[in-house]
């Protein structure tokens, strides 16, 4: 008898949770849901974050409003995040960096691959190789040349260690065998002001913050890092093309939630995250800005989990090679 209780208490137990699931499921979302961006509003990430947000609000019938919280390449953001209460209210939107910061800051307040919940991937930026409009060189072999014999002297201007313009660059001075001069900035919007206005010589960023600048003429633009070229920067030549062997970086970005926050929180959000990539002007928009969503296929917790994991296995030996540590 006593067994069949316990048999019976554990089957209406069950039966509880499965019918909380389910009307947290039924009802979800019923307010406004935070989309936390670890960078400074204007900026690329930014810019993603906004057109994603736009679109999924409509879907999921509730606002999702974007909330910058810049510092730490990213980390405060996410740690904000990480510490958030796990019910389905509180995301973050992160770039490569997300993968970067587990080995570029040795003493993160969080656990990386095991702090969130994953959603899904957004899309994946091509980076450009651009500086001033009057540098000297006119094609990017002229540029590594350029760089290489001045290199006490040419600058580097990037966002902020962690930021993806401080990644590139990171990269491309290993590609070339040559430490440069870098200038960290508090933000992409500062760095390319500086580069705008000849205090800087070169930046290595994603196209959503440069294709404008480059067809305007007011920046001058070496490569794309992109297998091939893009069909709204069609006269810039890839940087393997340039003289850059294996030169490809992109700089995927992907959606988080704190960790436990619940399965159906999580699978509404992928499935509208998928909805939002397939929506017409936020295709228009990404192809203005040179880059494409994600394919539905992408934008799901297991893609996402599987890229992140990949990214730290890839860039921890890159970032110890170089020694640059951001604590």
């Known amino acids: ?111 990386t691959l095991n702090a969130f919940e994953y959603v899904g991937l957004v899309t994946d930026v091509p980076m450009t190789i651009v500086a001033r409009k009057d540098l000297e060189p006119t094609d990017l072999k002229g540029l590594i040349d350029y760089m290489k014999a001045n290199k006490d002297t040419v600058t580097v201007a990037n966002a902020g260690i962690g930021a993806a313009s401080h990644l590139c660059g990171m990269l491309l001075m290993s590609a070339i065998d040559t430490p440069l001069v870098t200038v960290p900035y508090k933000g992409t919007g500062p760095a390319m002001t500086d580069l705008l206005g000849g205090q800087v010589d070169i930046m290595c960023d994603q196209t959503t913050n440069t294709t404008k600048q480059i067809q305007g003429g007011t920046i001058k633009a070496y490569a794309v890092t992109s297998p091939a070229r893009l069909d709204v920067l069609k006269d810039v030549p890839t940087a393997v093309e340039g003289g850059l062997a294996d030169f490809q970086v992109g700089i995927w970005h992907g959606v988080y939630a704190p960790k436990g926050t619940p399965s159906e929180a999580v699978e509404r959000l992928s499935k509208s995250l998928q909805v939002a990539l397939k929506d017409e002007n936020v295709v228009a928009r990404f192809a203005e800005l040179g880059t494409a969503p994600s394919p539905e296929a992408d934008a799901t917790p297991a893609a996402l989990k599987a890229k992140l994991e990949g990214e730290i296995a890839r860039w921890k030996p890159v970032i110890e090679a170089a020694g640059q540590f951001a604590d």
Do not use: C
């Open 1 to 111: 008898m006593k067994t069949l209780k316990t048999v019976l208490g554990l089957t209406a137990a069950i039966a509880v949770t499965l019918s909380s699931a389910a009307a947290f499921a039924a009802g979800y979302p019923e307010r406004t849901i935070t989309m936390v961006v670890p960078f400074a509003a204007g900026g690329p990430t930014d810019t993603v974050a906004r057109l994603v947000a736009e679109s999924m609000s409509k879907d999921l019938g509730q606002q999702i409003v974007v909330e910058n919280v810049g510092g730490a390449g990213g980390t405060l953001g996410a740690g904000r995040v990480a510490a958030a209460e796990p019910d389905g209210y509180t995301v973050l939107l992160h770039h490569i960096g997300m993968a970067t910061s587990a080995t570029l800051y040795r003493k993160l307040a969080y656990d």
